[in-house]
């Protein structure tokens, strides 16, 4: 099975900050590599695809790079909303696999 | 407007079943391959099994192989999961979910499946 390893698994910041959420998986995926925003309660909502594919009514304020084994999502500047838990996910062979999350916290 | 309904969750004791399903509505569902995902209370997102579009390949985690069925009736653009054998650990809510090119860019929001005696 491949690995998903995220970090930071916590992280603090401000409305207005730029985060950086980092991804790295055990062994390549290329491009196939997701990743989703969760609420409490909620179900998971796709934000980003192929490592770097913005979903359809995702704000352009979130974006993804990497390929290979190293990925990240970035927001460059934190609003109210996008206070949550973020996992990856590699679709490139069963079983797919998520990150453990990063929970992403008001400083 | 996409559409996913799980229903079917509930209380069960160990070593007992459970049928969870998954109404769609909203796009062409015989077009989809499925998941069913599930995340325990406090805890991350465990992939649990597939299914393609027509039904002819399944995929199971390790975790639930030999415990769980996972079919699809295109007819009834329904999809269900069949769970035998539960233990504690299967407990969790279960997440209905479409893969499209994009991923997995469609998901219910659950049933809880609660395994205790």
């Known amino acids: 099975d491949i690995q998903m390893t995220q970090s930071p698994s916590t992280l603090s910041a401000s409305v207005g900050d730029r985060v950086t959420i980092t991804c790295r998986g055990s062994?390549?995926?290329?491009?196939?590599l997701a990743w989703y925003q969760q609420k409490p309660g909620k179900a998971p909502k796709l934000l980003i695809y192929?490592?770097?594919s913005l979903e359809s009514g995702v704000p352009s304020r979130f974006s993804g790079s990497g390929s290979g084994t190293e990925f990240t999502l970035t927001i460059s500047s934190l609003q109210p909303d996008d206070f949550a838990t973020y996992y990856c996910?590699?679709?490139?062979?069963?079983?797919?696999?998520f990150g453990q999350g990063t929970k992403l916290e008001i400083k | 407007e996409v559409q996913l309904v799980e229903s079917g969750g509930g209380l069960v004791q160990p070593g007992g079943s459970l049928r969870l399903s998954c109404s769609a509505s909203?796009?062409?569902?015989?077009?989809?391959?499925f998941h069913w995902v599930r995340q325990a209370p406090g805890k991350g997102l465990e992939y649990v099994s597939a299914?393609?579009?027509?039904?002819?390949?399944?995929y199971y985690a390790d975790s639930v192989k030999g415990r769980f069925t996972i079919s699809r009736d295109n007819s009834k653009n329904t999809l269900d999961l069949q769970m035998s054998s539960l233990r504690a650990e299967d407990t969790a809510v279960y997440h209905c979910?479409?893969?499209?090119?994009?991923?997995?860019?469609?998901w219910g929001q659950g049933t809880l499946v609660t395994v205790s005696s």
């Open positions: 996910q590699q679709y490139n062979s069963y079983p797919v696999t």
């Open positions: 192929k490592a770097s």
């Open positions: 299914i393609s579009p027509n039904g002819d390949n399944t």
């Open positions: 979910v479409g893969e499209s090119t994009r991923a997995f860019d469609s």
């Open positions: 062994q390549s995926i290329s491009s196939w």
């Open positions: 909203g796009f062409i569902f015989s077009s989809y391959a």
